[in-house]
């Protein structure tokens, strides 16, 4: 069964430095998306990704954060400056219209 | 904008009684309606969907939840719990146009002791 997969499983990284999370979403999906939860908390949307724009973003997506889909399979989301608070289990999602979304097992960032 | 409320945040119950998750959304338009399950340490899974059709939609492995429109309510219930079924449990709604966003609840965590 296809799947949604991301890389890496887990990153620590020290505060100001630079990360990218990525993500192969399935292979016939249009529609992108990332998500976040802080552990303990709820899963909250940061962005989606359609046609190689971004078509929704969420306020916590500020200028620290950036997507792209570099090729015809990645899906990326970048991390300029990374704070403590970014740290974070961060899922990527996919879906071809209008069902479900399809969820990654998730990147654990861990800020220190 | 769309919202989900999950009145419960935390679920304990023993095996095999009967259980109810609550979960109620607020939208101006026609949404459809998720119910996600996460297992320690994983990611988010499906575990059923409400997008047309019959209001009462079930899982392969029991839980069923039913739409409410007049309510604005859905509902997850399972008549039986395993231990198993001990997990996080997330309400969500999205726009039913293409593309659009999925909306969490805050979570129900279902504990299940013997």
């Known amino acids: 069964e296809p799947e949604v997969t991301q890389t890496p499983s887990h990153q620590v990284t020290q505060m100001g430095q630079e990360v990218i999370l990525r993500c192969v979403p399935i292979?016939?999906?249009?529609?992108f998306y990332w998500y976040r939860q802080i552990l303990g908390q709820k899963v909250e949307f940061l962005v989606s990704?359609?046609?190689?724009?971004?078509?929704?973003k969420s306020e916590i997506f500020d200028d620290q954060f950036s997507v792209e889909r570099p090729d015809g399979s990645n899906f990326t989301l970048k991390i300029r400056s990374t704070k403590l608070e970014d740290s974070a289990m961060y899922f990527c999602?996919?879906?071809?219209?209008?069902?479900?979304?399809?969820f990654g097992e998730g990147s654990r960032l861990t800020v220190l | 904008a769309q919202s989900v409320t999950q009145l419960d945040s935390q679920v304990p119950v023993f095996e095999e009684a009967p259980v109810e998750l609550r979960c109620n959304y607020s939208?101006?338009?026609?949404?459809?309606l998720f119910w996600y399950v996460q297992y320690p340490n994983q990611g988010l899974q499906l575990l059923l969907k409400?997008?047309?059709?019959?209001?009462l939609v079930e899982s392969i492995n029991g839980f069923e939840a039913e739409f409410n429109k007049s309510q604005t309510s859905f509902h997850l219930r399972k008549p039986s719990v395993h231990i198993s079924d001990t997990a996080e449990y997330f309400c969500a709604v999205r726009l039913n146009q293409a593309g659009t966003a999925l909306i969490f609840g805050k979570g129900t965590t279902l504990s299940v002791s013997s």
């Open positions: 990704f359609y046609n190689n724009e971004i078509s929704e």
């Open positions: 999602a996919s879906t071809r219209d209008f069902g479900e979304l399809f």
């Open positions: 939208s101006s338009v026609s949404v459809y």
């Open positions: 409400y997008l047309s059709g019959s209001t």
């Open positions: 292979s016939n999906h249009l529609y």
